[in-house]
Structure formats: C-alpha cells, structure tokens
C-alpha cells in the first residue's frame, strides 16, 4: 500500500490518498483474526488493486476506483444448514459505483449469477441495475431463512432471468424486467384457509407490469387457471399509495368451493363479524366456472365479466344454472367499509325451483315460501340491500321492484289456504295445483308490496293486493276468491242467497271479496264486507237500472 494521509491528528481535516494491492486468502484469516472453524470457515483468493480518497472521518464515502476479484469462494457458517460455495465475485468500482462484470455462488441445489452495477453502495439504500440469473428450491428456503412465523410447508423449483433496477429502500418502485418461472410448487400456511398444491406459473416481466402466459393452482378442492397483463404490481404491496393495481385476463375454474375457502363458522358468536378487504386491484376478467360452491349451494356453468377495485366487485353480463333453472343479469357487493357491505343484482331467474331457492336463501328476509310452494319461477327484478354481520340482508334497507311468475307448481298446506279452507269448508283449497302465477311486486322501507297478484289453479283463482311487513310478518291483503259455480252452496253458510247471487259473473263463477290481516304465518281470514256491500249495491243499481229500461222500452213500444 502507498499513499498519503493528510493531518492523522486532526479529526476534522484528516484526509488520504492511497493506492493498494491486496491479495488475501480467506482460508488465513484465521491466523489473523480469532474465528473458530466451528462457527465460520471461509476459503477463496480475494484480490483488489485500486485507489481511494477520501476524508478520514467519512471513509464510507470515500472516492474508490479499481478492481475487486473473488475466485473459489466458500463459507460456510454455523448457521447455515449448507455451505455456500463456487463464489465467484469479478467487479470494477468507478467512484461510488460497482460495476460487476461477473458473479456467481451455488448452495445446495440453488445458483445464482448476478451481472450489473450498484451505485451509492456505502448508502443506506443504494442503487441497483442487476441481471440475476438462477434457479431455487423453494423447500430449500427454510433451511436459511426461517419462515416458521408464515409458512409450515413450501416447495417448488423456480428459474428466474430478471433485471432488476431501482433502490433498495424504495421496494415498492423497484422496476423488474424478465421471466420467472415456478414448477411444482405447494404451500401450506395457517392465514391460507386450504394448502396450495400443484402451483405452476410463467410470468414475464416489463418494468411495472407483469404479463401471466399461465398461473395455474388448487387451493383445497379448488382449482385456478389464470392468465393475463397485471399491471403496477407493486401496489399491491405497498401500504400508503392511491393508485391501484390493473388486471386484464381470463379466470378459469372446474371447482370453486367458496365454502372452503372462506370459514363460515356455524358456531360463531351471535356477534362473529366477517370483515371484508379486497386487494388494492382493478380488475376485468373474462370467467368461466363450472360448479361454484357458497353456502351449500352448487352454481354450475358460471359465465362472465368479474370486475373489481378496492371497494367493490362486480360480475356483468353473468349466466349461471342454479336450482333447475337459470339465471342472469349484473350483481355488484360494493365494500365501502370492511364490516359494511351492499349487494346490487339486476337481472332474470327463469325456470328457478322456489322451494329450493327460498329455502336456501333470503333476500327479503326469513321467508317461508319453500315449505308451501314448489315449482319453477321466473324472477325479473332490480333488488339492492344492506348485508348484516352474518351476510343476511338487513330488510329495512332492501328496496326492489318487478314481475314474479310461476307455471305448472303447487300450494299446499299455505296457513292463508287453511284459513280461507276452514272459512268456506272448501277442502280443495288446501293443496292447489298452480297453472299461473304473475304478479308485479315491490319492497321499500321493510314492507312488500304485491300489485295484482293473479293466480289461477283449473278453474280457480285468486287476485291479491296489499302488503306484508318483512320485519314483523304483519299482512293487509284484499283478495279476491274466484270460484267456480258449483261452490255455491258452500258459501250460502257465509254470505246471503242475495251476496252469492251478486257475486256470481255471467261465466257463471263467483269472485268472492276477502281479507287477510294478522301475519302470514298466522292469518286472520274473513269475508271483505265493505266490498261484498259495494258489489250488492252495485248488483241492485244495475237491476233497477234494466227494469226502468225495460219499462220504458214498453211504453215506447205501445205508442
């Protein structure tokens, strides 16, 4: 070594200017500097020749100019499971750059080249414009870094050809440009609701975006098959940032058990909350599901457009089978806070099973359709509400409209039949084989509230109005009973000869006006009396009415 130091006893102003030839043998250290075999050993043939200038006080930023060379490197340190040998280590340092010109080291069956430069490297974050070349055994990982804290099982074999450029304090702005690939791996982990296994992914690189040729996996009994362009990755990681990550591409699945990947447990406290995050992501990806999962029930033959950002998920131009029958339209569950969340749907259910899907479901509320009615129906509805804590519908914020029908099922056993049955000792009305129903209803602030509702069954039917309180079952009905003529006698105990005749059409049926208060569960039945005393009314003024006519008719004929 050669060189100058400036004022050695002056602190402040000590400065040097030296040139050095260093040639060191790692295996000496030892004899130098007290390490124990057991704890480290090292071997290899460090050499550097170069300059460097600087003030004492501050060597770290001292102005270095020359070569650095490592040749058959190893260490091996206690710590480490396997040692990490064939080091190769070629470098030229310009200033505060290290330009590197060849690397390479080999542990176990990991290896990695590195080839580039970094900059700032004595600062606290340097600057890195890297070509890392390589592959790992992810099962290998453990071995040197434990991830116990995240992880209980990890394998797989990856191959990376990635640059990377960016500083090392600024993660989320390191900018990736290359492949990585991942064959054969699983993953197994306490936060993970089901192990990983069969992960397989190609991924390519370009600088803030990330273009996925294939990411395919199962998660428990579910399988995912992926591809598209991810765009801003980064952001996802990153914890103070507006801007989100995009996502264009295809989503494929045979199996999608939402069930088992998300843990509705039935035994959860009254008070069990399921708070909701969604990633920082915009997405739009074409989907296609053969058989989705949630709550029990089985969705098959899922086809559409799944759109998401931080707030909400949408799922546009969607078809499904479910139940027998189909569905289809636009849903969104927006997500404004994790513990609040709304569900939109717009859209068609034709050809539904309502015993299976009322039993099942309960968009207004704990309904009890499924244990009286069976058949298909055809929904057409605009239908927004409030989830609870436990995902049910929060009735006094439901609001929805539009056209319920219903062709070829049965009503049976219904407590309003029983009641209208028991009323007119009509036992027939206790189990109706339905030809039609269509009706047009609506819910706003916790009621519901059919507008023609029209049922027929042979040569019967009912029209209804009114309404029927969600949160406390309260009904307010008006019918209107329609029966065929040979019923007759079985209201004459009910209503007069002269209300049976004044109810009766000139088809010869009799349309019998009747309410239903109480609730649907326990109804109050009776004949509507106001209305039945309109019709006589009405009867007797259009009776009288002819009879002036026909009189008058006479005298005109007799002049």
Request: cysteine-free; overall charge negative; glycine content about 8%.
């Amino acid at each position: 070594m050669t060189g100058v130091i400036n004022e050695p006893m002056n602190e402040e102003r000590s400065s040097f200017d030296l040139s050095a030839a260093l040639n060191l043998d790692l295996a000496t250290i030892g004899d130098f500097y007290p390490i124990s075999a057991d704890t480290l050993e090292m071997r290899g043939k460090l050499n550097f020749d170069g300059k460097a200038a600087g003030r004492t006080a501050d060597a770290e930023n001292a102005t270095v100019n020359g070569t650095l060379t490592l040749r058959d490197g190893y260490i091996r340190y206690h710590e480490f499971p396997q040692p990490i040998e064939d080091i190769v280590f070629e470098s030229q340092i310009r200033g505060n750059t290290i330009n590197i010109t060849g690397s390479s080291l080999r542990s176990g069956s990991n290896r990695l080249a590195i080839t580039g430069s970094v900059t700032d490297y004595m600062a606290d974050s340097p600057g890195m414009n890297l070509q890392l070349n390589g592959t790992a055994d992810l099962a290998e990982i453990n071995d040197f870094y434990s991830l116990e804290e995240y992880v209980n099982h990890i394998v797989g074999k990856a191959e990376m050809n990635l640059r990377v450029t960016g500083r090392t304090g600024d993660i989320e702005n390191l900018s990736f440009n290359g492949s990585f690939n991942l064959r054969d791996g699983a993953i197994s982990a306490d936060s993970l609701p089901q192990p990983i296994t069969d992960l397989n992914t190609t991924l390519t690189f370009s600088d803030k975006n990330v273009q996925v040729t294939s990411f395919v996996m199962n998660m428990g009994a579910s399988d995912f098959s992926l591809s598209g362009t991810l765009s801003d990755y980064m952001a996802l990681a990153a914890e103070n940032t507006t801007t989100p990550s995009t996502l264009t591409g295809t989503y494929r699945s045979r199996l999608l058990n939402i069930d088992e990947l998300y843990d509705w447990d039935a035994e959860a406290p009254d008070d069990e909350e399921y708070p909701i995050e969604l990633p920082n992501l915009k997405s739009v990806m074409q989907a296609e599901i053969d058989e989705m999962i949630m709550l029990g029930v089985s969705i098959t033959n899922v086809k559409g457009q799944i759109e998401t950002d931080p707030n909400k998920v949408s799922f546009r131009n969607t078809v499904a089978d479910l139940f027998d029958g189909k569905i289809s339209g636009e849903m969104a569950w927006n997500v404004p806070q994790p513990e609040r969340t709304e569900v939109v749907f717009n859209g068609k259910m034709e050809d539904v099973r309502i015993e299976a899907f009322f039993e099942e479901f309960s968009p207004i509320g704990k309904s009890t359709f499924h244990k009286y009615m069976s058949g298909g129906f055809n929904l057409e509805t605009t239908y927004r509400t409030w989830l609870d804590i436990h995902f049910d519908p929060e009735v006094a914020t439901t609001k929805a409209a539009g056209t319920f029908l219903m062709k070829e099922g049965s009503m049976k056993n219904h407590p309003m039949q029983m009641r209208l049955a028991d009323l007119l000792k009509i036992s027939e009305l206790t189990d109706l084989g339905i030809d039609d129903i269509d009706a047009k209803y609506s819910i706003d602030n916790g009621s519901l509230t059919f507008e023609h509702f029209n049922l027929t069954s042979r040569d019967m039917g009912l029209q209804l109005d009114g309404t029927q309180n969600l949160l406390n079952d309260q009904i307010n009905f008006r019918l209107s009973l329609i029966l065929p003529g040979r019923f007759a006698e079985f209201l004459r105990p009910v209503i007069t000869a002269q209300g049976v005749q004044a109810i009766t059409r000139e088809d010869g049926k009799m349309v019998l006006p009747v309410t239903a208060t109480g609730t649907a569960e326990n109804p109050n039945i009776g004949v509507d009396t106001d209305k039945l005393e309109e019709v006589i009314k009405s009867k007797l003024s259009e009776e009288a009415g002819d009879r002036v006519r026909d009189a008058l008719r006479g005298i005109l004929r007799r002049n």
